[in-house]
């Protein structure tokens, strides 16, 4: 019994998301994006209609697109009020650069 309990509690590790995925503008304009252009036909008919072939054939879907362009409206509402730029999503977020695989390679850098 008390190495059944031991187990359960070495393995219930309490997991925290990223400061940028808690706050407050991001879920808000997340909720948003998905209500309008996620949970409506007429929304999810214009996200199919903007999907580039890249993106169809990555199985980027309107979960992803609301994600990545919340991310940034949060960046910069960040930034025009003075606030440092936090993590999102466990990767650090480089303003300068909206190529995902390139923030990925500088993040990369910054832990060697």
């Not at 890249?54 to 309107?62: A, G, P, T, V």
């Amino acid at each position: 019994m008390i190495t059944f309990i031991f187990l359960f509690l070495s393995f219930n590790i309490i997991v925290y998301a990223s400061p940028g995925d808690n706050h407050q503008f991001y879920r808000a304009c997340l909720n948003h994006c998905k209500q309008i252009n996620c949970s409506t036909p007429l929304g999810f008919k214009e996200f199919q209609k903007k999907q580039t072939f890249f993106e169809y054939i990555f199985q980027w879907s309107c979960q992803d697109e609301c994600s990545y362009e919340c991310m940034w409206k949060t960046v910069y509402q960040m930034q025009s009020k003075g606030q440092p730029v936090v993590q999102f999503h466990g990767n650090n977020i480089h303003p300068n650069c909206r190529m995902p695989f390139v923030g990925y390679f500088l993040n990369y850098l910054n832990f060697r």
